[in-house]
């Protein structure tokens, strides 16, 4: 396909399918800029690649030429999967496996992965676990899983988990969003971002941003990821909340910032 670029249409947004390791089709937008180098772009817990940051992320990006991939984990959005039960961190790390698996079947680099939310954790517990990209970004991410938990499932979670094998977590409006089964809520408790970001390669950089009004996510979950990543930047966006609605050209800015010294400016060969 050819791409043709211009000043009024000078990126083209791809519609990509890529299958998992179980079978279920992720879908993804991707900015082509025809840079060589791609930023991968994840969205947190029950949303989707269409979210307002990572929407403005990846329009940061393309005006720097990077090109951008946003998707869907599986189960929400667009790609396959029930959406009626919460999935484990792995797994969902593991979409992401895939993502930058496609992208290196395609001779493009993976330059950086950008995390919001519960995106960040998996982030960093993909940066943990597979030693292939050197920049990561953490965008609002919690480092205190069990606190999250209790404040999400409430405090007798572990009670109700024992007696009926699963919590149904239910909107304002009293509809059940989605399913907790006691095999995922136990694997969420043993897992140690602390033990995990410490495991991440000293050459991988990684950005620590969040806003210090965020009632959602603490600040001071930042600082406990400063504290286990040795190779960090910090940034505190003063004034922006869980999902930056005043601050997007603040956290726009950090994040391109921290990406964009070094980028390979190769274009993609297109047929």
Do not use: W
Request: hydrophobic share 40%; glycine share 8%.
């Amino acid at each position: 396909m050819a791409y043709s670029h211009s000043a009024q249409n000078p990126v083209v947004k791809q519609r990509v399918i890529i299958t998992n390791k179980h079978g279920e089709k992720l879908v993804g937008l991707l900015h082509e800029t025809e840079s060589k180098e791609v930023v991968v772009l994840c969205h947190g817990l029950k949303s989707s690649k269409d979210d307002n940051i990572l929407v403005n992320l990846a329009a940061a990006l393309e005006k720097e030429g990077i090109s951008a991939f946003r998707f869907d984990f599986a189960a929400n959005g667009e790609s396959e999967g029930s959406s009626s039960e919460l999935r484990d961190l792995y797994r969902e790390a593991d979409d992401i496996r895939a993502v930058v698996q496609h992208f290196f079947s395609e001779n493009r680099v993976v330059r950086a992965i950008i995390g919001h939310s519960k995106g960040a954790s998996l982030v960093l517990l993909y940066a943990s676990k597979y030693q292939d990209i050197g920049i990561i970004v953490n965008v609002s991410g919690r480092y205190n899983l069990q606190r999250g938990i209790a404040e999400g499932l409430g405090a007798d979670f572990m009670e109700k988990i024992k007696e009926d094998g699963y919590i149904d977590v239910k909107n304002k409006k009293g509809s059940v969003e989605f399913r907790v089964t006691e095999e995922v809520l136990m694997n969420t408790l043993r897992t140690d971002m602390c033990e995990a970001c410490r495991k991440i390669s000293k050459e991988c950089r990684v950005l620590i941003v969040h806003g210090s009004a965020d009632t959602v996510i603490p600040v001071e979950d930042a600082l406990g990821f400063a504290k286990s990543i040795s190779n960090h930047q910090l940034q505190i966006i003063e004034g922006a909340d869980h999902v930056y609605t005043s601050h997007q050209t603040e956290l726009a800015s950090a994040v391109v910032k921290f990406i964009k010294p070094g980028l390979k400016r190769d274009k993609v060969a297109r047929l």
